[in-house]
């Protein structure tokens, strides 16, 4: 048991650690998640040094651990909700750029009718760059679409599955145990 507790520990000054470099970095999602989760491992940290017995155990320790863990939640949420908005607003700069680059694909393209006789050869290089910056901003939203819908499936510290993504297999999970019978 003082093994675990010693190896409990250690993981938590290590996910410190972690969290720590990763804000130093300027991810704002680290900064979120070492707010909360600092008060939740500083509580867990108090209760196994209580359990151990170099500390004194208190109702305190336990209400830490527990607010710890409720801050941890909140500011988690949070972290999740900051990097949706940023994503909505790359993805939203992303959609303004490529329909402005869509404008600009159609303008051209009826400047081209217009001047083809005289102007063709430049006039279609300018319509095959706006095309492959459209293509281009069409793949990045596209990209972007696949990497946020993956992350709003998962957490963004350790990379496993969140609430949503239990929410959208349980349905799958519960028939399956019914089929089995397990």
Same mark, same amino acid.
């Given at each position: 048991?003082?093994?675990?507790?010693? !190896?409990? !520990? /250690? @993981?938590?000054?290590?996910? $410190?650690?972690?969290?720590?470099?990763?804000? /130093? %970095?300027?991810?704002?999602?680290?900064?979120?998640?070492? *707010?909360?989760?600092?008060?939740? =491992? @500083?509580g867990y940290c108090m209760f196994i040094f209580a359990m151990i017995g170099w500390l004194e155990y208190s109702? @305190? =320790?336990?209400? *830490?651990?527990?607010?710890?863990l409720g801050l941890g939640n909140v500011m988690v949420t949070t972290a999740i909700a900051a990097r949706v908005r940023r994503e909505r607003r790359e993805k939203? &700069? &992303?959609?303004?750029?490529? *329909?402005?680059?869509?404008?600009?694909?159609?303008?051209?393209?009826?400047?081209?009718?217009? $001047?083809?006789n005289t102007t063709s050869q430049q006039l279609q290089k300018e319509v095959d760059e706006k095309t492959r910056e459209l293509n281009d901003m069409l793949e990045y939203l596209q990209h972007a679409n696949r990497r946020l819908e993956r992350d709003s499936l998962s957490d963004p510290l350790t990379g496993l599955g969140n609430r949503r993504y239990l929410d959208s297999v349980f349905k799958? =999970? /519960?028939?399956?145990? &019914?089929?089995? %019978? @397990?």
């Open positions: 048991v003082a093994l675990l507790q010693g !190896v409990g !520990v /250690l @993981t938590a000054i290590y996910a $410190l650690a972690v969290m720590i470099q990763q804000s /130093l %970095r300027g991810n704002d999602w680290a900064r979120y998640l070492l *707010l909360g989760w600092s008060t939740t =491992i @500083t109702d @305190t =320790i336990l209400y *830490l651990q527990a607010a710890g939203a &700069a &992303a959609m303004g750029k490529a *329909l402005q680059l869509s404008r600009e694909v159609s303008q051209l393209t009826h400047e081209k009718e217009l $001047l083809q799958d =999970i /519960l028939y399956q145990c &019914a089929q089995h %019978r @397990t």
